[in-house]
């Protein structure tokens, strides 16, 4: 521990995130959909804090803030509550065709009501800001080498660099009730496809270089999000009363975004292609 004139630094369970595209979100329509997520997300905060002050358990206890489009929430040894917030918000965030970029490690930080700073929040924007680099959340090693390898594998997976991060397609089919599943995955295919066409026409139709190289950035990190989820319906099918539902077949993205003329007429064709009557067999 390390004592400064702010207070006394301690070493946490980190997770910081960031709301993709936070900027233009906050001056659109969609900044209502997250400031009520938001609010809900600090009541519930609230009510888990509540729950380990009866019980005096102050290492459980759980410690939020949010600036701007940033988020940062802490714990001395509740590890499996960020692991859990990482994996749900990201999950309910998507439905709103919101995405989040963040990073979970382990490090020495000092917690106040009014302000929040030490290397372990410095290292936490770091791996956000250089190393997540796609809509993700990744897990450092000073935060993996700390917990249980069965909980650890229970929440993560990598893709093509290797990098671990929160899985949080696969966890949202245990999250969600069965007659929920077909309908987020739709909806998680139809925001990167939209997100996906607009910042290809973006960068066609961009008036300076410095915003063409913006909208190129924004369309490298969706293009990612696409292989995650692409690549995670070629290895899930999904039980539809008896019957084997091929999910790469109905809610992969893939194509030629250029072609992609119609973004409305795409979704009613997935909702077409479903067998019959196949949400009224997934039984809550």
């Known amino acids: 521990m390390v004592r400064s004139m702010w207070g006394q630094a301690e070493n946490n369970f ?3 995130m960031d709301v993709l595209g936070g900027e233009k979100i906050i001056d659109s329509p969609q900044v209502v959909k997250l400031s009520t997520f938001m609010k809900w997300a600090l009541d519930e905060t609230k009510r888990v804090n509540l729950m380990y002050n ?3 358990n102050e290492e459980q206890k759980i410690y939020f803030k949010m600036f701007s489009d940033n988020i940062i929430i802490c714990t001395k040894s509740n590890y499996k509550f960020l692991l859990q917030i990482a994996a749900g918000w990201q999950r309910k965030l998507s439905d709103l065709g919101i995405f989040l970029r963040g990073a ?3 490090g020495s930080i000092i917690k106040e009501d009014d302000f929040v700073l030490g290397s372990g929040l410095v290292k936490a924007y770091k791996l956000e800001s250089n190393c997540a680099k ?10 993996s080498e700390k917990i249980d390898a069965d909980i650890l594998g229970a929440y993560t997976t990598r893709f093509r660099d290797n990098v671990l991060f929160i899985d ?6 245990n999250g969600l009730c069965r007659s929920e599943v077909a309908s987020f995955f739709m909806n998680h295919a139809y925001a990167i496809k939209n997100n996906l066409f607009y910042a290809t026409y973006a960068t066609r139709f961009s008036a300076n270089e410095n915003e063409l190289r ?4 924004i369309l490298i990190k969706h293009k990612s999000l696409r292989g995650y989820h692409d690549n995670f319906m070629k290895i899930t099918t999904l039980d539809c009363n008896g019957d084997v539902v091929d999910c790469f077949k109905y809610f992969s993205i893939g194509g030629d975004i250029s072609k992609w003329r119609d973004l409305h007429l795409w979704h009613l064709k997935v ?9 009224a067999h997934w039984e809550v």
């Not at 796609?134 to 935060?143: A, C, G, L, N, T």
């Not at 913006?214 to 950035?217: A, C, I, R, V």
């Not at 909702?271 to 949400?279: E, G, R, T, Y």
């Open 168 to 173: 949080y397609l696969r966890l949202a089919i």
């Open 214 to 217: 913006t909208q190129e950035k």
């Open 54 to 56: 009866r019980t005096a």
């Open 14 to 16: 980190i997770l910081y």
């Open 104 to 106: 979970l490690c382990h």
């Open 271 to 279: 909702i077409k292609c479903l067998p019959s009557d196949f949400v």
């Open 134 to 143: 796609y809509p993700r959340i990744i897990i450092d090693e000073s935060f």
